[in-house]
């Protein structure tokens, strides 16, 4: 039961990719590589069109604009402008042309019976609205997933099973047994009498103790004497109105030595699952013939497996030698929330089982990481876990959506690797025992988690109001994706306009923003990535329980390097499920902007209205972030103190 | 151009990543999969495996099929293990496991086979469906006339179905296709209901000398000594019981036999050992009704209730299941409580098969419900075949006293009496009083 440090192959192949890597994928003007874009006299991004969409379009803020010299570089370029073409939106939304098509000609249709309401309206709209409908079975498809999970049947050894787990700690000074007897229907009718007459607790007190002489403790040759320490018996409920009997018993035997054999002898012959688990406290096994972890998770469910039979484990043999971690609390025990905070969840549970199968074949080892990546996406659906920050994140950005898109990707991986290396640590202190009470540490996870939330809005929160102060007040449709000048993009001495990299601009001008953010994306970019890392190491920073008691699972039974695979495996999955709600987001966002640009065509009241709103809208949802974060903050600082 | 660039590197990376993902499993996991599966165990070598065997063919066949899961002979046999292992250690728990298996070897092979039919067919007579036992046995027969099992299983069905003739005919035939133990014990048992003890002991004695596993040995004895207690013959009962007990002291019907002989011969505090042993190993209704009726009969009627109460609980599990009470559960119920279920139960299953057994449970329980004239046609019924059981003369005796047939229940009862004095310990002595207010 020793912890092997995971094999650093594992580690590598983690699909982790420098955010640098990732490629921008939009109709970029002629570019040949990144490297290749500094050589690049800019005059060359000059409009290659007259006729600025300005023109077109004519906004009245532009008239206000402020700050920058700019205009020229204003005209969009023909790709800029086709970009931004209602047509180029829904090519953005729907990627496959079919289905653009389809959608387009079922908009010809309804456009012609609904006269006089632009039909770029409607298609917008639908657009919007598909994004959300697959938003939403997203995420109850795999709010489903848990929902449809099979229950574990309660005595699938027949109605007369007595079944008996001896769950051996070896421990410095004693050997302890967590004996328990699960009594199906005709067994508690055989004793229901007896149980009646005495009462629970006396009952508990004789079957235990005649559990106990049924019972032989050798250690090193020499025959210990068990007690009864504790004993408790509980009525459940069974089938046909019938009660089934849980008998508890906590046994001790004193004494030390390196061979230890265990026997039960009671109730021979009876049908009934028979287990024997054997763990060290402070000590080391150095062999031992039973497993370490429950297959029936301490009588408490049986796993039904056509092709093993229930085990007949009736004696086991271990050898010891002193010294060892303490014992943390039992991984297979639902009721481990004493150690961790929040209870595992039922397909935790089932997984950590799934771990804990004796073998380990390439097909199996390939579901349990497939299963890992789905449990961990199905965690990131649960509230707290920075979804909000996402999409705050994707709808406050700027729609220059290669920046975004890296951006989100990087929180991903960077919610991945945080939450990874927590696990691990947390996991690693529980197990080598150095960690005393490792609820403790929790709440304090929780407090910088929060303080980072509430810090990573507060950025959003600043960039939000000053793009308000530089551009806010006239909602254009173009151009002020350059009036801001951010501090950041400044030291580089382009006679054009500043920090282009980073604006909010939906207008044109994306030419540029390219060229910028391409340009200085290396001092530019920093900030921003910055904070998509700061975001996801909040996200990240509070490593999931049910990850954790997957790896503690798995050092249990001496697979602690699997379980490390899979505790990345379940990160991956946490990133995807953010990831996609980012992608989500940012598409909505703009399908959203490009409804409500194109419904605000006709008069310039409402197109301002229209900008206006978007301009806010980064405010509002910097400050839900900024809020949240000073939400778990207050909420889980009491705990930490206490 | 930088994209497709970009996507190469990405592809690339990809399938590096796949690459060393699927490399790094070999490593890790190879073992899992690089052992060659374990052999298939032939079926035949079922005919041979004792108890404390098949828990190890078991274990080897789950072994060879999660290696071979498309290795319809292993699920096939795996069944057959499993059914044999439920009639061993009579946990029903292994009917479910068994139909599990034998269903994934005729999902492999549609046509099915002669191994899966003797499976289906033995599951079938386990849970006491005996024409689906008929049916699949002669299916089976049909593939391979030769099958020791299918043989066997179609012996037991046309028994208990009543057709005393057709099983003669059939246990002959299976005689000398395919002598073997599982046809000697049937042969003995036919000949014992055809009224003829003692060609069953001659032929049970002869299966006993040719029998070597430790299981084949103390089923054989236990069936020597059962025969011997219906005859009233308590010293090679209990000789027979004990040697059972030796060759394998996990044999239920050697322990419940001792546990009849030492109560007969007084011995209460044994018998009480063993039948307390019993109902705890194997609380199936006979032996938890059995310990009651231990427990009445010297005297502690409160502990007699508390395993009568029991009964109540397979009772309401059966009608959970869905399932009407069995036969053995009826005759029970009749004696102890529920008297009308345990009517509508014997008529029900009379209606299915009319062996002499649901002819006497059917007449006992009309009797308990008081209404004998019904009762007697069925009572003689019982007797149709020549055989002659304790219980049975017992039953007719009473329903014969209640109709005032004096000479015919005394008759009866003196004929019960005469047979096994020690039938039963708490009918024996009714028995004896009703002759005494008799004569």
């Known amino acids: 039961m020793t912890f092997r440090s995971p094999r650093s192959r594992a580690a590598r192949t983690v699909p982790v990719r420098p955010a640098w890597t990732v490629p921008f994928r939009r109709p970029a003007p002629a570019m040949p590589f990144p490297g290749a874009v500094r050589t690049v006299p800019f005059r060359r991004q000059a409009p290659a069109t007259p006729l600025p969409r300005a023109v077109r379009r004519p906004g009245r803020a532009a008239m206000f604009r402020r700050g920058t010299g700019a205009v020229p570089f204003h005209g969009a370029g023909p790709a800029t402008r086709r970009r931004f073409t209602p047509r180029a939106l829904g090519r953005r939304v729907f990627r496959v042309k079919p289905c653009r098509r ?32 697959v938003l939403a079975c997203c995420v ?32 410095p000074r004693e050997v302890r047994v967590d004996h328990v007897q699960d009594l199906a229907e005709i067994p508690t009718a055989q004793v229901r009498a007896g149980l009646d007459a005495a009462g629970p607790g006396p009952w508990a007190a004789r079957r235990c103790a005649e559990a106990v002489r049924a019972m032989e403790v050798t250690i090193d040759g020499r025959r210990g004497a068990p007690r009864v320490l504790t004993a408790r018996a509980e009525r459940r409920p069974g089938r046909a109105n019938l009660p089934t009997l849980r008998v508890e018993c906590a046994i001790a035997v004193s004494g030390t030595g390196s061979s230890i054999v265990f026997r039960d002898a009671g109730l021979v012959g009876a049908a009934g699952w028979r287990e024997i688990t ?14 370490a972890a429950s297959r029936s998770r301490r009588l408490s469910g049986y796993p039904e497996d056509p092709l093993s039979s229930p085990p007949d484990q009736r004696q086991a043999s271990l050898r010891v030698r002193a010294g060892g971690p303490p014992l943390a609390a039992d991984p297979a025990v639902p009721g481990a929330g004493t150690v961790l905070p929040r209870g595992a969840d039922g397909p935790t549970r089932a997984f950590v089982d799934l771990v804990s199968r004796q073998d380990l074949t390439l097909p199996f080892a390939v579901l349990a990481l497939l299963v890992a990546v789905a449990l961990g996406a199905l965690h990131a659906v649960a509230p707290g876990h920075g979804k909000l920050m996402m999409v705050a ?13 890296r951006e989100i990707f990087v929180l991903g991986t960077t919610v991945t690797l945080t939450h990874t290396a927590g696990v691990l640590a947390l996991g690693l202190l529980i197990m080598s025992g150095t960690l005393l009470a490792p609820a403790k540490v929790y709440p304090w996870l929780s407090v910088a988690s929060g303080v980072l939330v509430a810090l990573a809005g507060t950025v959003l929160l600043r960039r939000a109001v000053r793009n308000t102060r530089t551009t806010g007040g006239h909602g254009h449709g173009h151009g002020h994706g350059h009036g801001h000048g951010h501090g950041h993009g400044d030291g580089h001495g382009h006679g054009h306009g500043h920090g282009h990299g980073h604006g909010h601009g939906y207008g044109h001008g994306h030419g540029h923003g390219h060229w910028h953010g391409h340009r200085h994306a290396g001092r530019e970019g920093a900030p921003r990535r910055g904070g998509a890392a700061l975001m996801g190491f909040a996200g990240g920073m509070v490593p999931n329980p049910s990850a954790v008691l997957v790896l503690v699972g798995a050092a249990a039974i001496g697979r602690a390097w699997f379980g490390v695979v899979l505790v990345l495996a379940y990160g991956v999955g946490m990133a995807l499920t953010l990831t996609l709600v980012g992608l989500l987001a940012l598409g909505s966002g703009r399908a959203l902007s490009g409804w409500l640009r194109a419904a605000a065509r006709p008069g310039h009241r409402v197109q301002s209205l229209a900008a206006r709103s978007r301009a806010v809208l980064p405010l509002g949802t910097a400050t839900a972030v900024a809020l949240v974060g000073l939400g778990l903050v207050l909420r889980s600082l009491p705990a930490a103190i206490a | 151009m930088p994209f497709p660039v970009r996507k190469a590197t990405t592809a690339l990376a990809v399938v590096a990543m796949v690459a060393g993902l699927t490399a790094f499993s070999t490593v890790a996991f190879g073992r899992g999969f690089e052992d060659p599966p374990p052999a298939p165990v032939p079926a035949a070598a079922l005919d041979r495996i004792s108890g404390a065997d098949l828990g190890r063919t078991i274990g080897r066949l789950q072994e060879r099929l999660r290696a071979r899961p498309d290795d319809a002979d292993s699920w096939s046999t795996l069944g057959l293990a499993h059914v044999e292992q439920a009639r061993l250690t009579a946990d029903p728990s292994h009917y479910p496991r068994a139909e599990n298996a034998l269903r994934r070897a005729l999902r492999l092979r549609p046509a099915g086979d002669e191994q899966v039919r003797t499976g289906l067919a033995a599951l079938a007579a386990a849970r006491h469906d005996f024409p689906a036992a008929l049916r699949e046995a002669d299916l089976a027969l049909a593939v391979n006339p030769y099958g020791t099992r299918a043989h066997a299983v179609r012996v037991d069905a046309l028994v208990e179905l009543g057709r ?61 000594g059962d025969l011997a207690w219906s005859r009233g013959d308590l010293a090679a009962a209990g000789r027979h019981h004990a040697a059972a007990l030796r060759a394998d002291p996990s044999s239920l019907a050697a322990l419940d036999g001792r546990a009849r002989v030492r109560a007969a011969r007084g011995d209460a505090a044994g018998a009480l050992a063993d039948r307390t042993a019993l109902a705890g190993r194997a609380p199936l209704p006979g032996y938890v009704a059995a310990l009651g009726e231990l427990h009445e009969a010297q005297g502690r009627p409160d502990r007699a209730r508390e395993q009568y109460a029991v009964m109540d609980a397979w009772q309401a599990l059966a009608r959970t299941n869905g399932v009407g009470t069995d036969l053995e559960t009826a005759l029970l119920g009749a004696d102890h409580g529920a008297k009308a279920a345990a009517l509508q139960a014997a008529r029900a299953e009379w209606s299915r098969r009319r062996s002499i057994h649901v002819a006497d449970a059917l007449a006992w329980a009309l009797h308990v419900n008081g209404r004998d004239r019904e009762a007697l046609p069925y009572a003689r019924q019982a007797a149709r075949t020549g055989f002659r059981d304790a219980r049975f003369l017992y039953h007719r005796g009473m329903i014969e006293r209640s109709l005032g047939r004096t000479a015919d229940a005394r008759r009866s009862l003196t004929a019960a009496l005469r047979l096994n004095p020690h039938f039963s310990p708490l009918d024996a002595p009714k028995a004896r009083a009703a002759l005494k207010e008799l004569s």
Do not use: K
């Open chain 1, 102 to 133: 389809a959608v387009e000609a079922v908009f010809r249709r309804t456009g012609e019976s609904l006269r006089g309401i632009p039909a770029t309206v409607f298609r917008r709209a639908v657009r919007a609205c598909v994004v959300l409908a």
């Open chain 1, 140 to 171: 109850v498809g795999l709010l489903a997933v848990p929902a449809s999970a099979a229950p574990v049947a309660a005595h699938p050894l027949g109605d007369f099973s007595v079944n008996r787990y001896d769950g051996l700690v070896v421990a």
């Open chain 1, 278 to 291: 054997a763990r060290a406290d402070r000590m080391t096994l150095t062999a031992a013939d039973v497993p």
């Open chain 1, 393 to 405: 994140y994707a709808g406050g950005g700027d729609s220059r959506s290669g920046r975004v898109r």
């Open chain 2, 164 to 224: 005393y003739d057709e099983a003669w005919a059939a246990v002959r035939r299976a005689d000398s296709l395919r002598p073997g133990i599982p046809i000697f014990t049937r042969y003995a048992h036919v000949l014992e209901l055809r009224g003829d003890p003692g060609r069953a002991r001659q032929v049970l004695e002869r299966a006993a000398e040719s029998a070597t596993d430790r299981t084949d040995v103390a089923y054989v004895a236990a069936q020597l």
